[in-house]
């Protein structure tokens, strides 16, 4: 099963989004809205056949396995808050799915293992700068068939969940935490859900690794580390021997 009923979804989001589509299947919903979204619209996909992940990777996401949403915003004004961008978007996946928490920036988690994914885009090229955010939650894979084995998805957590209506649950966070981008309580409550802060990391960077203690998750959405703050890296939380 997969979303179902896209009426539902439209007139459950209409407060906040202008135009929910949906097909059946796409490259990536992110490129798809780049290339044809105007800020307030949204692509709802069955299925992706070349889904685009964090740090140039690839995204699977087959049929009947994922929510896969992007939705088109204007780019924040002051371009210190571009940042908090993708933490305002997972901390809406665990506003609608409160049992998973943040690996900073934003992998969704549950037990450590990765839920949702969040991948946020920028496009400056017109006279309105753009960012178009999109997320593919897991809801339902054969555990044997995760495309990785640090993947999990709601159903393997004994989560139910009806798709439409998490797709109008996830389009109304969304809509909200983006609007808080600049609002202290954004990063309060973002502090609040992430699972990286206080944990010894292994941050992996173009610049050189960096291993260490996190101090915290500075107000342009960066992560601090034994007091140096970095923008981008892949984290690892390094866990004592036992
Ligand atoms: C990650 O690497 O963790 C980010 C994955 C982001 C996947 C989502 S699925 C919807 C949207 N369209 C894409 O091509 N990617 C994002």
Redesign the pocket.
């Known amino acids: 099963m997969t979303v179902r009923d896209i009426q539902f979804i439209q007139d459950g989001a209409a407060d906040m989004w202008r135009d929910v589509r949906w097909v059946e299947s796409v490259g990536?919903?992110?490129?798809e809205l780049l290339a044809s979204g105007e800020p307030g619209d949204v692509l709802i996909a069955d299925e992706?056949t070349?889904?685009?992940?964090?740090?140039g990777?690839a995204?699977s996401?087959p049929k009947g396995s994922?929510l896969?949403?992007?939705v088109l915003v204007d780019a924040p004004e002051a371009a210190s808050s571009f940042g908090l961008i993708p933490l305002a978007a997972g901390l809406a996946v665990t506003d609608v799915i409160p049992q998973a928490r943040l690996k900073w920036p934003n992998?969704v988690q549950i037990e450590g293992r990765?839920l949702a994914?969040?991948?946020a885009e920028a496009d400056f090229s017109g006279e309105r700068p753009r960012v178009v955010v999109?997320?593919?939650v897991n809801v339902a894979w054969r555990r044997d068939e995760l495309p990785v084995e640090t993947a999990t998805s709601l159903n393997l957590e004994g989560i139910e969940v009806d798709w439409d209506q998490l797709a109008v649950d996830l389009l109304l966070a969304l809509g909200t935490r983006c609007a808080q981008v600049g609002d202290e309580q954004l990063l309060e409550d973002y502090r609040a859900a992430c699972s990286t802060i206080g944990e010894m990391v292994r941050l992996e960077r173009a610049g050189g690794n960096v291993e260490g203690r996190v101090d915290g998750v500075n107000d342009a959405g960066e992560i601090v580390i034994a007091g140096e703050a970095y923008s981008a890296g892949d984290v690892t939380h390094l866990r004592p021997a036992s």
Do not use: E, F, H, P
């Not at 990536?28 to 490129?31: D, H």
């Not at 070349?50 to 740090?55: D, K, T």
């Open positions: 990536s919903t992110n490129a992706q070349a889904g685009r992940g964090r740090l990777r995204w996401s994922q896969s949403v992007s992998d990765k994914g969040i991948l999109g997320i593919g």
